[in-house]
């Protein structure tokens, strides 16, 4: 049977006792009853795509679709003015079938429990496509990092750490960057877990070079993405010269994307940031090291000098061949989708595009290179590095990258091999591939049936 634990030491209720929630000090929304998001509605839909192809049956989807564990803790922290502050934190382990659970911790207002289910789900679906011995798993802390000292992220994440770290470890669950963490976040989180169960590199990935990290991981997402646009698009005989792509997000996947890009002859005409867009003014592309430095100094693409800013819908409908969404989930959907102008979308983020906007792409003749295969590059970093952390290796930037490369160019023809065959769409080959190979493992291993 799968074990759902609900790990709620306090109880706490929606508001606290310093005020209505969200002017209050409780953050986060232990438990309030929502309706279902966009995610776990594309979630559900896309996993039903490979469920109808494999004909597999109610009872096998109902196994493949719960979360095999489900944590939520309440994080009470002394703020920097002295006052008490709780944040509520979660951690989803949603397969174990072919391994250790694998996935992000997000920093995120926004987080809520129904999201990080649905991104655990996925992390399953991306490690099975990849063929790496993980599960699939997603955390996060409902909070405001921009609202937040150092010192405050790190008495979060200690606290995060100390209340979810029996569920943790190298053979368990290995926690990931993502949404507002980092290396520093990671290294928070070794050094917590190590404290209580001896030194394990292994227990997390993206670390600092100096603890245990590996070379390349940090930009193995975006370069990621563009080792698999550049497969596509030999596989369909274009050439990247020229290609002119717009990117939506410019953090660590969307500028690395940029940069892979560019050195490949692209054309990056816009990007953009959650302060909103910018263009490029002649048309020839914009110089993206640059942009970088820019970025990085001032905290965002804005006033880049020539450029013309662009709001956040218009970026979405540029004339473009490529649009690569690499923020956040559900941007493009039943609303904007058919605005799209490019004729192939890459998804960089999880789940950007939702299950509406999906069809309206197919009915439109836009090709979408799905999320579990085209940011699939981060995880399979991760994977070198638990590997090299669990031998005491050191890998080389020269052999990360090789075998990056090796890896997703195969996972990508693997996937274009079945989307040919069958006449079903990329993201619906990819699904039937990873769905298939973990309800292979759960049959293996008996665990419908297991005490
Ligand atoms: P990040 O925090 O480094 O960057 C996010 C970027 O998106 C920032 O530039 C931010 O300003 C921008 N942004 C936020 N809201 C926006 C909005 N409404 N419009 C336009 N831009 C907006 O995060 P990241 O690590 O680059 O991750 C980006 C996405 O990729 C996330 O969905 C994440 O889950 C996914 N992802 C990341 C990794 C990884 O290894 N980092 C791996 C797989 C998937």
Not at 247 to 254: A, C, D, R
Not at 286 to 301: E, K, Q
Request: aromatic content about 6%; proline content about 5%.
């Amino acid at each position: 049977m799968n074990a759902i634990i609900r790990d709620n030491p306090r109880n706490q209720p929606e508001s606290d006792s310093h005020g209505a929630s969200g002017s209050g000090l409780l953050r986060g929304d232990f438990g309030r009853a929502r309706g279902r998001s966009r995610i776990e509605e594309t979630a559900e839909r896309n996993f039903s795509l490979a469920a109808e192809h494999l004909f597999l049956r109610p009872d096998q989807r109902q196994l493949l679709r719960t979360p095999f564990r489900e944590i939520k803790v309440a994080l009470p922290i002394q703020m920097d003015d002295g006052t008490i502050a709780v944040f509520v934190g979660y951690r989803v382990q949603h397969s174990g079938a072919r391994g250790p659970g694998k996935g992000g911790i997000r920093f995120h207002p926004e987080v809520r429990d129904g999201e990080i289910h649905a991104l655990a789900e996925i992390m399953t679906w991306k490690t099975a496509l990849a063929d790496l011995p993980f599960g699939g798993a997603k955390g996060g802390i409902a909070c405001d990092p921009s609202l937040m000292s150092t010192a405050e992220l790190e008495r979060l994440t200690r606290k995060y750490v100390a209340r979810i770290h029996r569920f943790m470890g190298p053979y368990r669950d290995i926690p990931a960057p993502d949404l507002n963490t980092g290396p520093q976040t990671m290294a928070w989180i070794l050094d917590e877990f190590s404290s209580r169960h001896g030194y394990s590199p292994a227990c997390v990935t993206s670390k600092p070079i100096e603890l245990g990290g590996l070379p390349g991981r940090n930009t193995a997402t975006g370069y990621g993405v563009g080792i698999v646009l550049t497969e596509h698009l030999l596989a369909t005989g274009r050439a990247p010269a020229g290609l002119r792509v717009v990117i939506q997000g410019f953090g660590n996947v969307g500028s690395n994307a940029a940069q892979f890009l560019a050195d490949c002859g692209c054309t990056v005409i816009a990007v953009s940031d959650i302060n909103g867009g910018i263009i490029s003014r002649d048309g020839r592309g914009l110089p993206i090291p640059d942009l970088i430095r820019h970025a990085r100094a001032t905290g965002s693409v804005g006033d880049f000098p020539g450029c013309d800013p662009i709001g956040h819908q218009e970026m979405l409908s540029l004339d473009c061949d490529v649009l690569i969404p690499a923020a956040l989930e559900g941007v493009l959907h039943a609303d904007n989708a058919d605005a799209v102008r490019a004729s192939l979308v890459v998804e960089a983020a999880n789940m950007p595009v939702t299950a509406e906007a999906d069809e309206i792409f197919a009915k439109n003749g836009i090709t979408v290179i799905p999320d579990i295969l085209a940011n699939s590059g981060g995880v399979i970093a991760s994977y070198f590095e638990w590997t090299q952390n669990l031998q005491q290796e050191a890998w080389t930037a020269q052999r990360v990258s090789h075998e990056l490369r090796r890896r997703l160019s195969r996972t990508y023809r693997e996937v274009a091999r079945v989307a040919s065959s069958r006449g079903i769409s990329l993201r619906r080959a990819a699904y039937v591939i990873a769905v298939e190979r973990v309800a292979n493992a759960e049959a293996l291993r008996g665990s419908s049936t297991a005490q």
